[in-house]
T-cell receptor
Framework: KAGVTQTPRYLIKTRGQQVTLSCSPI?????VSWYQQTPGQGLQFLFE???????NKGNFPGRFSGRQFSNSRSEMNVSTLELGDSALYLC???????????FGQGTRLTVV | GIQVEQSPPDLILQEGANSTLRCNFS?????LQWFHQNPWGQLINLFY???GTKQNGRLSATTVATERYSLLYISSSQTTDSGVYFC???????????FGGGTRLMVKP
């Protein structure tokens, strides 16, 4: 069974640009959640989707948004990029509303 | 929100030694997981253990939910055990994990 797949793996963007990251969950999993990891703030929850509905949202500005499609694949978008958005973005999928989470390999975003 | 604290923050061991990593949390939880982050950044699942004890090879974990802590035991450590270990908990409806700050483990040959 394939794991959680995130694309792209690496990304370099310029301040002010926008970026879209993609996450394909494990087959059959309906919950997808996103996390940001930085050296200063650690691992922080961004948002979670279940059956195309956002159920929880972390404490991040409105520049961070996401969505989930009917096949459970999810995308997150960051607009007007700032240097501080440079981070490892991790996606996790779970089969249930509150079950074990399995993580993808992450997308490393660098904003210059 | 719930607070998660891990200790120690850093740990250096000789190969073959045993270790215990601790995770304290401030409220009742319905999910607790231990992860090992590999050098490429991926979080590898070690245990899903909201309560009780589990073992997987040289690793075992115990969660005492009533006292709000979990322990991860690593026996006969190997250099490949090096990396950062995270504890994460969920105490609401949905899959929203709150992570501890991690324990950075270095195993020397």
């Amino acid at each position: 069974k394939a794991g959680v797949t995130q694309t792209p793996r690496y990304l370099i963007k310029t301040r002010g640009q926008q970026v879209t990251l993609s996450c394909s969950p494990i087959s059959g999993h309906r919950s997808v959640s996103w996390y940001q990891q930085t050296p200063g703030q650690g691992l922080q929850f961004l948002f979670e989707y279940f059956s195309e509905t956002q159920r929880n949202k972390g404490n991040f500005p409105g520049r961070f948004s996401g969505r989930q499609f009917s096949n459970s694949r999810s995308e997150m978008n960051v607009s007007t990029l700032e240097l501080g958005d440079s981070a490892l973005y991790l996606c996790a999928s779970s089969p249930y509303r509150d079950g074990e989470a399995f993580f993808g390999q992450g997308t490393r975003l660098t904003v210059v | 929100g719930i607070q998660v604290e891990q200790s120690p923050p850093d740990l250096i061991l000789q190969e073959g030694a045993n270790s215990t990593l601790r995770c304290n949390f401030s409220d009742s939880v319905n999910n607790l997981q231990w992860f090992h982050q590999n050098p490429w950044g991926q979080l590898i699942n070690l245990f899903y253990i909201p309560s009780g004890t589990k073992q997987n090879g040289r690793l075992s974990a115990t969660t005492v939910a009533t006292e709000r802590y979990s322990l991860l035991y690593i026996s006969s450590s190997q250099t490949t055990d090096s990396g950062v270990y995270f504890c994460a908990v969920n105490n609401n409806a949905g899959n929203m994990l709150t992570f501890g700050g991690g324990t950075r483990l270095m195993v020397k040959p």
